[in-house]
């Protein structure tokens, strides 16, 4: 089946259905713009004539691609047939339904409608339909001009044959298609929740501030740290999202939502939106002090272990002893160790070993701010690696490590629940949601017997559900 519509309908003209129609018409198709709000669709189509003639004078399109894109979009007072339906109105089971049975008594039976949904059940969306086979999910990322990922989702129904003609043609209007199974958040809403879920826990056991998080996982890579990104999106879109997962996973207290986010809510501290979330706006995230460099005050230490990140201590350490055979990385000295975090608080080690220890977060940069926590020089250790040192309180997992293994550990469920392949989990975070690394990649790099420890250790800590190991990821141990 190839899908090639010469009318194609865009119901819904809010931010998401005005760009679908953006990206539907500059690769030359001629594009239906319906709303049902009185004048909607007139003024989405007066926006885009804006955006596309800004586009133009800054020299990121010609006046004539522009001017073409405009005239194949053109906004209608009613539905109207086409040979593909694009849904992107409010996000409501109800809602969607009764627009697809409108649909349906106006549609020839070959039309294909895809919706835009980014976490209601495609399968549930298209019970009752005289031809369910033929609804799919079509989920773009905003801003859907700019970002490359779409995910197609295939309901319980929907016909093989649909779902691989959608991805055909979102390849031809330059997308990025991964297949989705139909189930709560698909790939990305799903992957993604202990990004924001780890640092509202955080926040909700006092261990670090917003802005400690937040400098922490930019320096990770991430391009927004979890408090300001909940604050961008608005807290009462996230924790909505939040609970509906909860909700749709028969309340899995892996997925449970934060008190914390639901008390910004109720204040109606909704973020950006609102001039206050974790932050206050326009100002934002405050600045972080880089604080003195103070010299360690230890003449000799020793770097302990092997890998990358001991060869970067020695080499940054020239005068340290190597000790090779440890079964850690770190640095030692009279009294004192500094351990990389294996998801042990530094106050365990104390009470095994003796020595003062301070453990640090994982690394994955060679400059930026590091979480730590404990007694010991491990301010000034970590200022020789080029790193800026965060204290936060003493919690296992820290801020980085913490966060990276559940993101691994959610995607090794997602995949043995046949919701994606590792593949498409990768593509999906990187290219829905920008990660610096795909969660396959970031195991890859820290090796799955440090993250299934890490998440053991997490999860005898805290005593739940939330931190059990996927056994798709336990089982690449054997």
Not at 67 to 73: G, H, N, P
Not at 107 to 131: D, F, K, M, Q
Request: aromatic share 8%; hydrophobic share 45%; with cysteine.
């Amino acid at each position: 089946m190839t899908l090639d519509p010469a009318r194609l309908l865009v119901v819904g003209a809010g931010l998401m259905g005005a760009g679908i129609a953006q990206v539907a018409a500059q690769a030359g198709h001629d594009v239906l713009l319906f709303d049902a709000r009185a004048g909607a669709a007139q003024a989405a189509h007066a926006q885009l004539a804006q955006s596309l003639h800004g586009l133009a004078a800054k020299g990121k399109l010609t006046t004539e691609v522009a001017a073409a894109t405009l005239s194949r979009i053109r906004p209608v007072a009613a539905l109207q047939p086409a040979d593909l339906v694009i849904e992107a109105i409010v996000e409501d089971a109800d809602a969607k339904r009764a627009l697809f049975a409108e649909l349906e008594a106006l549609l020839p039976p070959e039309a294909v409608i895809a919706t835009n949904t980014s976490s209601i059940s495609v399968t549930a969306l298209a019970r009752g339909l005289r031809h369910p086979e033929r609804l799919v999910g079509l989920h773009f990322f905003n801003p859907v001009p700019v970002m490359k990922l779409v995910e197609v989702v295939w309901g319980l129904a929907t016909s093989p044959d649909v779902a691989h003609a959608v991805t055909d043609l979102a390849s031809r209007w330059g997308k990025t298609a991964v297949h989705a199974r139909s189930t709560p958040g698909f790939i990305v809403n799903r992957i993604a929740r202990p990004f924001y879920a780890e640092a509202l826990a955080l926040l909700q056991d006092h261990a670090a501030m917003p802005e400690v998080i937040d400098a922490c996982l930019r320096a990770a890579g991430f391009r927004m740290g979890p408090c300001e990104l909940m604050d961008l999106i608005g807290h009462d879109t996230n924790l909505a999202v939040t609970k509906s997962v909860f909700e749709a996973n028969f309340y899995d207290r892996r997925f449970t939502p934060s008190l914390v986010q639901q008390e910004l809510v109720d204040a109606g501290y909704l973020g950006r939106k609102s001039g206050r979330g974790f932050y206050r706006y326009p100002d934002g995230a405050p600045t972080l002090p880089t604080g003195h460099v103070v010299p360690p005050r230890t003449a000799q230490v020793v770097v302990h272990g092997r890998g990358a990140l001991a060869e970067r201590f020695a080499a940054n350490i020239p005068e340290a002893v190597r000790e090779l055979d440890s079964d850690w990385v770190g640095l030692s000295g009279r009294g004192w160790e500094l351990r990389q975090t294996d998801g042990r608080c530094a106050r365990e080690f104390e009470s095994d070993f003796g020595p003062r220890v301070a453990v640090f977060d994982l690394p994955l940069a060679p400059v930026g701010d590091i979480a730590y926590a404990g007694d010991g020089e491990a301010a000034q250790w970590l200022r020789r690696l080029g790193l800026v040192p965060r204290e936060m309180v003493d919690r296992p997992g820290l801020i980085v490590a913490r966060t990276i293994a559940m993101l691994i550990n959610e995607a090794h469920d997602a995949v043995q629940q046949g919701v994606c392949s590792e593949e498409g989990a990768d593509l999906a975070m990187k290219l829905g949601v920008n990660y610096p690394a795909g969660p396959f990649e970031w195991l890859a790099f820290w090796g799955a017997g440090p993250v299934v420890q890490l998440l053991d250790r997490l999860d005898a800590y805290y005593r739940g559900e939330r931190y059990r190991v996927s056994p798709y990821l336990r089982h690449t141990l054997t």
